[in-house]
């Protein structure tokens, strides 16, 4: 079946400083990634939408230069989260949507962020 | 983006009763309507889904309704039972040129009361 694999699974980072998180789709091939920030109230919150051989496209109020992402084939993204600070704490999801499947978004496990 | 409203935000229902979750979507586009579940600590499952060439889907106890007119879809759960007690999400998904993305409703927090 299709899996998506995201790690690191909690990070705590000096603020100022930056995290990265992966995502891999396992069983399927991730045409798109979207990246999502889910705050401590549960809200989702749509960072970016990366889709192969397309631009990623960035929700308003998240950037690339703070959150720049790579989708290099068809089973892996990464995000990093530039110069962290207290905001952008919070549980990073990534949800993978093959080619072939329904339309089914996919999750990791999420990334979990605590900046100190 | 897409907004996409969920109400309520927090139901408390008895065992064995029904509980519903509304949401409501603006953009016109959007064309896959899939409902989530989350349980502390984990990540959002999904549950069930509808596609805007239904008006009703049912998963055993699971039922979706859309109204495509009014913009609106809903998660109607049967015959609750404590394990159902978990956050809900619906989202709404709208394919533009290249791209298919998904919005979020700001969830519901569910409890089944024993």
């Known amino acids: 079946g299709a899996l998506v694999y995201q790690y690191p699974r909690r990070t705590i980072c000096k603020s100022g400083t930056s995290m990265r998180m992966e995502c891999q789709a396992v069983?399927?091939?991730?045409?798109?990634v979207a990246w999502y920030r889910q705050s401590p109230q549960k809200t989702f919150e749509l960072i970016a939408l990366?889709?192969?051989?397309?631009?990623?496209?960035?929700e308003q109020n998240f950037t690339q230069e703070k959150f720049p992402i790579s989708h290099p084939n068809l089973s892996f993204s990464s995000m990093t989260v530039l110069n962290a600070y207290l905001e952008d704490r919070g549980l990073y999801l990534c949800?993978?949507?093959?080619?072939?499947?329904?339309?089914?978004?996919?999750f990791g496990e999420g990334s979990k962020l605590t900046v100190l | 983006g897409e907004q996409v409203e969920q109400l309520p935000s927090i139901l408390r229902v008895q065992e064995g009763s029904s509980a519903s979750i509304n949401c409501s979507y603006e953009?016109?586009?959007?064309?896959?309507f899939p409902w989530y579940k989350q349980e502390p600590g984990e990540n959002p499952k999904l549950i069930i889904d509808?596609?805007?060439?239904?008006e009703r889907k049912q998963i055993q106890e699971l039922i979706v309704l859309l109204d495509k007119k009014a913009k609106r879809f809903s998660l109607h759960i049967t015959d609750t039972q404590p394990g159902d007690s978990a956050m809900y999400f619906c989202?709404?998904?709208?394919?533009?040129?290249?791209?298919?993305?998904?919005?979020f409703g700001k969830g519901t927090s569910l409890t089944v009361i024993p």
């Open positions: 949800g993978a949507r093959g080619q072939a499947n329904t339309g089914q978004l996919y």
């Open positions: 069983g399927f091939q991730a045409t798109s």
């Open positions: 990366s889709t192969v051989n397309s631009a990623i496209k960035y």
């Open positions: 953009d016109s586009a959007s064309n896959y």
């Open positions: 509808i596609r805007s060439n239904m």
């Open positions: 989202a709404a998904s709208a394919r533009h040129t290249g791209y298919q993305n998904f919005y």
